[in-house]
């Protein structure tokens, strides 16, 4: 038997059973949390303080797997297009970008508490919510419908004539329509009025005495040196694409760069999350990859579709099943975009963002010139005319990309003697250690023979050596771990200068001849072998 967060939830029945496995879901969800800090994946920060909220810690497994994904992005970035290049710009910036961005004004979550059991909401969360439940309610009656008919069950001919469906149909698009209108008017008093009139109830109180709903600014702020007119207040960057639109002119000149082109960024936002939740989910301080494309004014459209297909590419390539992603075309746009979608992956808590594409038009580019004093117009010798270019970006959390590879990894297995074994299926470029080494028994000359196959590969790949305990043991550690391949050195070694090979998922053993194992473990594990899928 396998359980599989994402697998599992992408097969659930809608029928009795869901709470049930809903629960289940919650409960691997724990384990996985568990699990995370058990074998050095991720820790809390602060944690012998108790912890800081929010905030995380990630262990000597979480580092290498991290390091792993941000390497695939990157290399995806600026090895796979010519006219794509890195920089790496600082998190304090002067405090004129944030006005210019428009995040000292716009940069906000609408709030709403409840009197009774004084607990903080997003108010645009709970209506989405709420939204959530007619999707709910209406897929449970089809699903119900559906087992009722078998065969001759006609969906959409049920969807459309069936009253209760319909009803529930009627209040969802209702509901859908005033939001979207609320939320494009930043009117808070019909946001309030909308939980109001659903009926919406505190999950903790189970009232509806709610307060009335206030904006409130997400950038954390600091203070940065000091002189006589006292210390200049600066933000902690709520987003890294601002430190790429402020050098697009920088990087555009000295790299003599032609429109279309993009500069890509890793690196730490911070963010004054309200509701902190999901362990690494929705953090205070987190990664961003984010990619910008400068594009000419009017081919926007056409680039925005370009990247939409390429990063949902980029996410299916590492085989977790295309059942796992889909897009979620925003009904609300960002004040700079004109056309955006998100990303999602299907979390042990449902489908979530992982990442974010919008066409940003020259919003940024204009303000920054506006505010700056100082051209950011691009000649194009082509059109012979100068332009602000217009902006797709591409923005991924690393976080919750990490997040999504571990839930999507993470299994349990009841084995022929009825063991259990965790493990975590990594797609191989990704996982922390490439290969553990080990000697089938501590004597004999076997610890040496299997140090000396080490020291010949840990050039290549990050490897462990490992001689302690039962072999079976040794295995179930490196499950747990997600490393790909074992190497195991016995008495026929000596002679034959051959190993087995234990592959982590099947469990199979290969016998492979020690000269050929850098060669056969490369193709295996390597970043290339995924981003020849790319292209
Ligand atoms: N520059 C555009 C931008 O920042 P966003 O949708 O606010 O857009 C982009 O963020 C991505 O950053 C998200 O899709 C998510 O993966 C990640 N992200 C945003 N807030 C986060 C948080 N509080 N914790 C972890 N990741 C976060």
Redesign the pocket.
């Given at each position: 038997m396998l359980i599989s967060y994402a697998w599992s939830l992408a097969h659930r029945p809608i029928n009795s059973l869901f709470t049930l496995v809903e629960m289940a879901q919650e409960d691997i969800f724990k384990k996985l949390v568990s699990h995370c800090k058990e074998y050095g994946f991720v820790f809390p920060s602060s944690d012998i303080y108790d912890g800081l909220s929010a905030v995380y810690d990630y262990g000597q497994m979480g580092v290498e797997l991290k390091n792993n994904i941000k390497k695939y992005w990157w290399d995806s970035m600026a090895l796979l297009h010519e006219n794509i290049v890195g920089i790496d710009s600082a998190i304090f910036m002067h405090p004129t970008i944030w006005k210019a961005s428009g995040h000292v004004d716009a940069f906000n979550d609408p709030l709403i508490d409840n009197k009774d059991s004084k607990k903080r909401y997003r108010a645009d969360v709970l209506i989405e919510d709420q939204l959530a439940k007619y999707d709910e309610k209406i897929n449970k009656d089809v699903a119900k419908a559906a087992k009722r008919f078998g065969e001759s069950f006609d969906e959409a001919q049920f969807r459309s004539t069936n009253g209760r469906v319909l009803e529930n149909q009627g209040k969802r698009n209702a509901l859908h329509i005033r939001f979207t209108k609320a939320l494009n008017d930043g009117n808070l008093e019909e946001l309030r009025q909308i939980i109001v009139d659903e009926e919406i109830t505190c999950p903790i109180s189970g009232t509806r005495n709610w307060t009335e709903v206030r904006q409130f600014n997400l950038m954390f702020s600091t203070e940065m040196g000091s002189t006589a007119d006292g210390a200049m207040k600066v933000y902690l960057r709520p987003?890294t694409?601002q430190g790429i639109f402020v050098n697009y002119m920088n990087v555009q000149k000295t790299g003599r760069m032609k429109i279309p082109f993009g500069i890509a960024q890793i690196g730490k936002a911070f963010?004054n999350?309200i509701i902190a939740r999901q362990f690494i989910?929705?953090?205070r301080e987190?990664e961003?990859m984010?990619m910008q494309f400068f594009v000419r004014p009017g081919s926007e459209l056409e680039w925005f579709a370009k990247w939409k297909e390429l990063r949902m590419k980029w996410h299916k390539a590492l085989g977790f099943g295309d059942n796992h992603y889909r897009y979620h075309d925003h009904d609300k746009l960002a004040h700079y975009a004109n056309a955006a979608t998100?990303i999602e992956f299907l979390m042990p808590f449902g489908f979530k963002?992982?990442?974010?594409i919008?066409s940003r038009t020259d919003f940024d580019l204009s303000q920054h010139e506006k505010y700056s004093g100082k051209s950011i117009k691009y000649f194009d010798p082509e059109l012979n005319e100068s332009y602000i270019p217009y902006v797709i970006?591409t923005?991924?959390?690393v976080?919750?990309m990490f997040l999504s590879v571990l839930s999507a990894s993470y299994c349990e297995e009841t084995l022929g003697n009825g063991e259990t074994r965790v493990l975590l299926k990594l797609p191989a470029p990704l996982a922390p250690v490439k290969l553990a080494v080990m000697p089938l028994v501590k004597k004999d000359g076997l610890p040496e023979k299997a140090r000396e196959i080490m020291d010949t590969l840990k050039f290549q790949f990050h490897c462990q050596y490992d001689e302690k305990d039962s072999i079976g043991k040794r295995y179930r550690r490196q499950d747990a771990i997600g490393t790909p391949y074992c190497i195991t050195v016995d008495h026929q070694s000596l002679d034959d200068n051959c190993v087995t090979l234990r592959n982590r998922d099947t469990m199979q053993q290969e016998r492979v001849a020690i000269a050929e194992l850098n060669s056969i473990i490369a193709d295996r594990v390597s970043i290339t072998g995924i981003l020849k899928k790319l292209i």
């Open positions: 987003e694409a963010r999350e989910f929705r953090m987190f961003q984010e998100d963002e992982v990442e974010g919008h970006e923005s991924i959390g976080d919750r």
